[in-house]
């Protein structure tokens, strides 16, 4: 799967009834620029306002998953989430002139078919993950529900369902890789129990529905009263129970289709993360409150990384530069030189190194009895560093150098002492103009961030 960023070619765009608004919609799923994420745009509201897939924008968990911001609402946003994580894509703009997209079958399959029709483009910035490096779990002691994600390198769900009825009895379902979503899981249709059924429909809150577009679960008798609700709601002459417990005119696609609509609804409600996942999700029990309350946790251990943002590096491999390489870009030399490998660089990010040895000259003064490397040459060495990212792109590094504008923002956060390995990475905030470059740098040893600073330099051609 590729690690940049992708979008759809071109809109796609899809027509029918919100299942609980019962009002038309038509449903313009269109491509978006890097880091956009998912955005509904409400296109009958006046100003066309915005609503991002985020789940701090979650204000009701009743018969789906409902976003709302400044008073604007979207509801049943997780099928069409869940297609476009099954089609991989990072950005998209859903712009809608209801409040609700089409129910369709009650599945994520026509969403899928609609974005594969037009295909998917890869964009050119790199994708960030949220990482699972240890167990994560939010249970709710109310229903006995319980989600908790565990360390892989890919993203694994397992859904487990068990409502404590003989017409449903105990399902499971998984997909091994998001790839298997179109195969497995995008068809799998909604459903529902025979007894929330009849309170829904006399509540008056399904209004789209259509028996081909929910399973209906006979878990309870279907008396003369109850089937002429049933008849009037869904415009049928009759209808009756199938041998496995369903509700006729529709044919089950899986004999755990409930599982795998169960395991559809995650996938789209930890869309609203905000970020792509690597880990094993195992949900048992899962519904749209606990789905959405773990990927509240899920999008706040996804800020603290995004905080930290530690490079990960692969010691493995050779450096991009070594100590000379990082000498024909830099004027610096020894003992003033305080970088000593360079791992990563792009256009916009450089990751470099310095082992911290009990050698350097400095712990001579800095401190006898208690060496600490000086904060001041921490910072140095984060401007070092940026000084890479900037020589490494002129054809003769040798004849220019980089003097310090103005620092800013800068924390100290924990010693760097001998033995340790300080990791430092510096990202353009702006484009360079004029030879003006504009950064921010962080400093880690592990996973802990010792030193940041915002630094602003010059690069001058030497006289």
């Known amino acids: 799967m590729s690690d940049k960023q992708k979008t759809l070619k071109k809109e796609a765009r899809l027509s029918g009834i919100g299942l609980h608004t019962g009002k038309e919609v038509t449903l313009t799923v269109k491509p978006a620029k890097e880091n956009t994420g998912f955005v509904f745009v409400r296109t009958d509201l006046e100003g066309h306002p915005q609503v991002e897939a985020d789940v701090n924008y979650v204000s009701n968990t009743e018969r789906g998953t409902t976003l709302e911001k400044l008073g604007v609402k979207i509801h049943t946003c997780e099928h069409v989430l869940a297609a476009l994580v099954g089609c991989d894509v990072d950005n998209a703009i859903l712009e809608m002139n209801s409040s609700e997209p089409p129910i369709l079958d009650g599945s994520s399959r026509f969403f899928l078919e609609a974005i594969e029709k037009v295909g998917v483009v890869e964009q050119n910035q790199a994708r960030e993950y949220l990482v699972i490096k240890e167990v994560l779990s939010y249970s709710d002691s109310t229903t006995g529900s319980e989600i908790t994600i565990i360390p892989s390198d890919r993203y694994e769900v397992t859904t487990m369902v068990d409502f404590g009825t003989k017409v449903l009895g105990t399902q499971n379902a998984y997909i091994k890789d998001i790839s298997e979503f179109k195969t497995e899981i995008s068809s799998a249709r909604t459903f529902s129990f025979l007894h929330e059924l009849e309170m829904l429909l006399d509540a008056g809150l399904i209004k789209g529905g259509d028996i081909s577009n929910a399973i209906v679960y006979v878990d309870k008798e279907l008396t003369p009263e109850i089937s002429e609700?049933?008849?009037?709601?869904?415009?049928?002459?009759?209808?009756?129970?199938?041998?496995?417990?369903?509700?006729?005119?529709?044919?089950?696609?899986?004999?755990?289709?409930?599982?795998?609509?169960?395991?559809?609804?995650?996938?789209?409600?930890?869309?609203?993360?905000?970020?792509?996942?690597?880990?094993?999700?195992?949900?048992?029990?899962?519904?749209?409150?606990?789905?959405?309350?773990?990927?509240?946790?899920?999008?706040?251990?996804?800020?603290?990384?995004?905080?930290?943002?530690?490079?990960?590096?692969?010691?493995?491999?050779?450096?991009?530069?070594?100590?000379?390489?990082?000498?024909?870009?830099?004027?610096?030399?020894?003992?003033?030189?305080?970088?000593?490998?360079?791992?990563?660089?792009?256009?916009?990010?450089?990751?470099?190194?310095?082992?911290?040895?009990?050698?350097?000259?400095?712990?001579?003064?800095?401190?006898?009895?208690?060496?600490?490397?000086?904060?001041?040459?921490?910072?140095?060495?984060?401007?070092?560093?940026?000084?890479?990212?900037?020589?490494?792109?002129?054809?003769?590094?040798?004849?220019?150098?980089?003097?310090?504008?103005?620092?800013?923002?800068?924390?100290?956060?924990?010693?760097?002492?001998?033995?340790?390995?300080?990791?430092?990475?510096?990202?353009?905030?702006?484009?360079?103009?004029?030879?003006?470059?504009?950064?921010?740098?962080?400093?880690?040893?592990?996973?802990?961030?010792?030193?940041?600073?915002?630094?602003?330099?010059?690069?001058?051609?030497?006289?």
């Open 229 to 463: 609700k049933l008849k009037k709601a869904f415009g049928k002459e009759e209808v009756s129970i199938r041998p496995n417990g369903i509700l006729d005119n529709l044919t089950l696609k899986y004999p755990n289709e409930a599982a795998r609509h169960k395991l559809l609804d995650v996938i789209g409600d930890l869309a609203l993360v905000g970020v792509k996942i690597k880990g094993k999700v195992i949900a048992n029990k899962p519904g749209h409150y606990i789905n959405t309350q773990f990927a509240k946790k899920l999008n706040r251990q996804w800020k603290l990384q995004k905080k930290k943002n530690v490079p990960e590096l692969d010691w493995t491999r050779e450096p991009l530069y070594d100590i000379n390489g990082i000498m024909r870009l830099l004027p610096h030399r020894p003992p003033f030189l305080l970088i000593d490998k360079i791992f990563e660089l792009s256009d916009t990010h450089v990751v470099g190194l310095k082992n911290i040895s009990m050698n350097e000259p400095f712990f001579v003064g800095h401190f006898p009895k208690e060496p600490v490397f000086p904060g001041v040459l921490q910072i140095e060495a984060l401007a070092q560093t940026g000084g890479i990212l900037v020589l490494a792109n002129v054809p003769d590094p040798e004849n220019y150098s980089t003097y310090f504008v103005k620092i800013d923002k800068v924390k100290f956060k924990k010693k760097v002492v001998p033995g340790d390995t300080l990791i430092f990475k510096i990202e353009l905030i702006e484009p360079i103009r004029r030879g003006i470059v504009h950064m921010q740098g962080y400093g880690y040893v592990g996973e802990a961030v010792v030193v940041e600073a915002e630094l602003m330099a010059q690069v001058a051609k030497n006289k």
